[in-house]
């Protein structure tokens, strides 16, 4: 698809969206009502890929030169009676074409084992693309947005701010253009409706349970996602504002050195006001558990599918 076709189509979008997304929930509603009136509130955690390891010392400031971090690309599956959610996509299908226009130095920066795209695993469990009505990204880095080309039809969610960076103004490694080529863009559209002291937000469903916050720093307009399970447990999926969560226990930003070897922040200040600001409510409210994106070991603490929790 040419750029102009692709400009028009999320134009279009920007208008049609709200229309389109009281049109998609209704229909999910119609849809599954029809397969399982009790439609569960759940969440699942689908490991994709993971790094093959670095020291933490390089993901933090702080951090142990000697404890070798493997981080893991991750996909959220959101079971909702009023629609299936993933937020992010991890690596998928066709990440290895799409890595492989990276120079010899970025390949070893970045470098990832293990790959076992979503799709595929859904499809293990007799799941298809259908059973996702929209995708949310938190930004449009290469490793959030390596299965978006598996999921072709599916709306894709984001801030129109971090779709433009992406499209305008994004390099590699950080940003894969051939994997934003085919995706089916919406316009997302955050309000001042404040949320835990965060100003612009989006309750998706209108039920408390999946709340978008705006992140931005990290990437032009990420968002991070608050899930408010049904067993009282909450969670705060914050993309990567930080890599780790000791970034946000010792109000800790990237290494400087990352910088210098490969920029992946947008605004290092906004980001280090982000990671405060996640710092306090951790401080605040010690049951939340925060979730950096890549965080292998706060993952270890979520469902991995195909289990699920409530
Ligand atoms: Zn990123
Ligand atoms: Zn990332």
Do not use: C
């Not at 979008?13 to 029809?34: D, H, K, R, Y």
């Not at 499809?123 to 930004?139: K, M, N, P, V, Y």
């Not at 390596?146 to 999921?151: H, N, Y």
């Amino acid at each position: 698809m040419t750029y102009k076709a692709q400009l028009t189509r999320f134009i279009a979008a920007a208008f049609i969206l709200p229309f389109s997304l009281v049109f998609s929930s209704a229909f999910a509603s119609a849809e599954q009502a029809q397969s399982n009136t009790q439609a569960p509130f759940r969440i699942s955690l689908i490991h994709t890929a993971q790094s093959t390891g670095s020291p933490e010392a390089l993901l933090v400031e702080g951090g142990s030169w000697v404890k070798i971090r493997k981080l893991v690309h991750g996909s959220l599956l959101i079971e909702h009676p009023e629609g299936n959610l993933l937020f992010d996509t991890g690596l998928g299908r066709q990440i290895d074409q799409a890595f492989a226009h990276n120079s010899w130095w970025q390949r070893q920066l970045f470098a990832y084992e293990n790959v076992n795209p979503a799709l595929d695993q859904m499809r293990e469990q007799g799941l298809t693309e259908r059973h996702i009505s929209a995708i949310i990204l938190s930004h449009l880095h290469w490793d959030h947005t390596g299965g978006l080309p598996d999921f072709p039809n599916t709306p894709v969610w984001v801030q129109p701010q971090g779709l433009d960076q992406a499209q305008h103004r994004a390099h590699r490694p950080a940003f894969l253009p051939e994997l934003l080529e085919n995706a089916q863009w919406s316009e997302l559209v955050l309000s001042a409706q404040p949320y835990l002291g965060f100003a612009q937000t989006l309750d998706i469903y209108q039920d408390g349970r999946l709340i978008l916050v705006d992140l931005s720093g990290h990437s032009e307009g990420q968002v991070g996602l608050f899930v408010n399970l049904d067993s009282g447990r909450s969670l705060f999926f914050i993309g990567d504002s930080s890599w780790v969560i000791e970034g946000i226990k010792n109000n800790k930003p990237r290494p400087s050195i990352v910088d210098l070897v490969s920029p992946v922040d947008w605004s290092r200040v906004m980001n280090d006001y982000v990671i405060e600001k996640i710092h306090n409510l951790s401080v605040k409210y010690p049951d939340l558990v925060i979730v950096p994106a890549h965080d292998e070991i706060v993952a270890g603490s979520i469902a991995l599918f195909p289990q699920y929790e409530h």
